[in-house]
């Protein structure tokens, strides 16, 4: 039987300081035997240790005594995480990003801030600091099964990816040297405590990508890299990651999201169980042994795969790794007989499960989740190109396009690839029909799920039929902001009076529409985050971008 030594479940968000999130989570992973639990916060080794060495107890209560007491109760908190985990023959993991650290560090140490306000990652206090943080870690919480990091991200508060110190030791010191000399410093307690160091290979960039296995390689083949399933972030329409399998000797863990940041964000439920199962049977013939799943995401509170029909990605991600040749139907028919849930409630309200009493409710659902990603990747993708916020409206077309064609661009992984969303007269003719079939086929979805003759409960067919109907106004937002931001274009390029007023004409239907989310809906009670989706005010300012470039065209 095939399958991955390591099977993960992910929590990104402020859920895994809920007990009965974690309890969730905790009985899903023994009935569907996942065997590792992954809290992901950036910040989550320093919410756990001071470190003592610089923050003993006399200086905590004198100047910092609540972060004292918050980091005392934490760990409390964290013991009886970790031992319901081990109870459970679940391994507990850290995913945390570094060089990370408190503002308190620079008060306590003011030569790490540069007179200009920069902070130099190559300080040498930064290597000891992070040995000194992971000895104390281990100390404190000795059945900690790993950690996870991702370095050098712009998402830590000392790194090398947004360094703008210029002193001597940044100018003679190469990126690759500070990726190694931070893997020893970390390496060091991690692999004296007999834990496993996991680097996630998270990078905007061909080029940085590979710069972050080299450095592992440098130190020790001991160490895991964790790649994602689609190069630079969780596009189900990119193409697999082609570091997979490029690894050397280094084991190889994959992560995926079943959550749904970049389809749907838990509200818009849709079936990625074909994808998943295609890229894990890559990932098996390329060598990697471990896969896990996020199942929420950071910025997005009390929101989680557990509260949507998503949910069945998740089964997707544990049936297939325990068993890579488990048939999707199995799945689908798994993920039906344990009960549904509505993707209209949020975490917390921890819903009963929704049982239909149609035994062939399952193929109906089956084909409504894929019919809905399909429709999803229609409106939401430019011909495969991410163009929006996370499911949000970009604030002005400039931003659109930048964040289509630099900041998540396909080139590096797929040559000439922006080349399919340039503002050309073919390509505007195929990226509208693209958005109005999406529009066609969400609508569709009424029919395929066909919710009336499921045998539902009367309140979770309701949320089905509202939800859809969102996913209607949301294919419809991304066809006016789409056929608006290329028109728009179009006409500075043409400088033709008849295309301005096409592009005019769209400022029009951007307000319009801004009106009508307003009205559609005013009186619902739906999780923030769907509103989040749909937001007039957003709209509005789109609308005002494309209003102010189309009345420089007639100057």
């Not at 930048?402 to 390509?427: F, L, P, Q, Y």
């Not at 005019?504 to 009205?519: F, H, I, K, P, Q």
């Amino acid at each position: 039987m095939r399958k991955f030594e390591f099977r993960g479940y992910e929590i990104h968000s402020s859920r895994m300081w809920q007990q009965a999130q974690v309890d969730m989570a905790l009985e899903f992973m023994e009935k569907e035997e996942l065997n590792a639990l992954i809290f992901h916060q950036n910040d989550l080794v320093d919410q756990l240790v001071f470190p003592e060495k610089y923050y003993d107890n006399d200086i905590l209560w004198e100047r910092w005594p609540v972060r004292r007491q918050g980091v005392l109760y934490q760990r409390d908190y964290m013991d009886g995480v970790i031992r319901r985990a081990k109870e459970k023959g679940i391994g507990f993991y850290l995913e945390i990003k570094e060089i990370y650290t408190l503002e308190s560090v620079f008060e306590l140490f003011p030569e790490l801030r540069n007179g200009d306000g920069t902070v130099c990652p190559n300080h040498p206090f930064w290597l000891e600091f992070l040995e000194v943080k992971f000895r104390e870690l281990f100390e404190l919480f000795p059945d900690i099964a790993g950690i996870i990091v991702s370095l050098g991200t712009r998402e830590s508060p000392v790194s090398i990816a947004a360094n703008r110190c210029h002193c001597e030791r940044c100018r003679r010191t190469e990126d690759f040297d500070w990726y190694v000399n931070v893997l020893k410093a970390m390496y060091g307690p991690i692999s004296e405590a007999g834990k496993e160091l996991i680097v996630r290979d998270f990078a905007y960039t061909a080029e940085q990508q590979s710069l972050m296995i080299r450095a592992c390689e440098e130190i020790s083949d001991r160490i895991i890299i964790a790649l994602k399933a689609q190069p630079h972030d969780y596009y189900p329409t990119f193409p697999i990651n082609p570091e997979i399998g490029n690894t050397g000797k280094l084991r190889e863990y994959i992560e995926f999201d079943t959550w749904g940041q970049y389809f749907g964000m838990g509200v818009a439920p849709m079936s990625l169980v074909e994808d998943i199962r295609e890229r894990l049977e890559i990932c098996y013939e390329k060598g990697a042994v471990g896969a896990w799943f996020r199942t929420d995401w950071e910025l997005i509170h009390d929101a989680s795969v557990h509260c949507t029909p998503s949910l069945v990605n998740l089964y997707a991600g544990a049936m297939l790794t325990r068993n890579l040749d488990t048939e999707p139907d199995a799945i689908y028919c798994r993920w039906v007989e344990e009960g549904l849930y509505s993707p209209l409630k949020s975490a917390s309200q921890l819903q009963e499960k929704a049982v239909l009493t149609n035994p062939e409710a399952w193929k109906n659902l089956r084909d409504f989740m894929k019919a809905s990603w399909e429709a999803f990747a229609g409106a939401c993708y430019i011909l495969g190109h991410q163009y929006l916020e996370s499911d949000q409206a970009p604030y002005t077309i400039d931003k659109a396009f930048e964040i289509m064609t630099v900041i998540h661009s396909r080139d590096d992984w797929e040559k000439g690839a922006s080349k399919r969303v340039a503002v050309t007269e073919e390509n505007m003719k195929n990226i509208f029909a693209e958005k109005k079939k999406a529009i066609v086929q969400t609508k569709e979805l009424y029919a395929i799920l066909d919710i009336d003759r499921l045998g539902a409960p009367a309140a979770f067919a309701e949320d089905m039929k509202a939800v859809i109907r969102t996913m209607v106004l949301f294919a419809e937002f991304c066809d006016v902001t789409t056929r608006a931001m290329y028109l728009t274009v179009w006409a500075e390029q043409t400088k033709d009076e008849q295309d301005a007023k096409k592009a005019g004409a769209t400022v029009t239907e951007l307000l319009n529409m801004a009106d009508s989310l307003e009205r559609e809906l005013e009186g619902t009670d739906y999780p923030y985050y769907l509103y989040s989706r749909l937001h007039p005010r957003r709209i509005r300012r789109f609308a005002a971008d494309v209003e102010r470039r189309v009345k420089a065209l007639a100057t």
